[in-house]
């Protein structure tokens, strides 16, 4: 229980960020499966180079909101592309 004001929004104001973050960490998880699932299933090039897109911006976007760092973000999008040039795809 906070004793101050000051303490008490602060609490506050880190369960919003905190409720924020994990939904854009649910959005992360969802755009890397769905290209994931794609990739297994042998989809068409153009769905999976589309899935690629979203799933980057995606983290691109969310890294640019400071959820996960930028170094992190590239990482993945690396890898996705490599796992689309490996398909067949184009990125």
């Known amino acids: 229980m ?17 409720s924020r973050n994990r939904h854009l960490r649910g959005e992360i998880k969802d755009a890397v499966k769905a290209f994931r699932e794609a990739l297994e299933t042998k989809a068409p090039a153009d769905k999976l180079t589309a899935l690629y897109r979203e799933a980057a911006s995606t983290l691109q976007h969310i890294a640019s909101k400071g959820v996960i760092k930028k170094e992190n973000a590239s990482r993945r999008i690396s890898r996705l592309a490599v796992a689309v040039h490996k398909a067949g795809g184009q990125s």
């Open 2 to 18: 906070a004793n101050h004001k000051s303490a008490d929004k602060r609490h506050r104001q880190s369960l919003k960020r905190r």
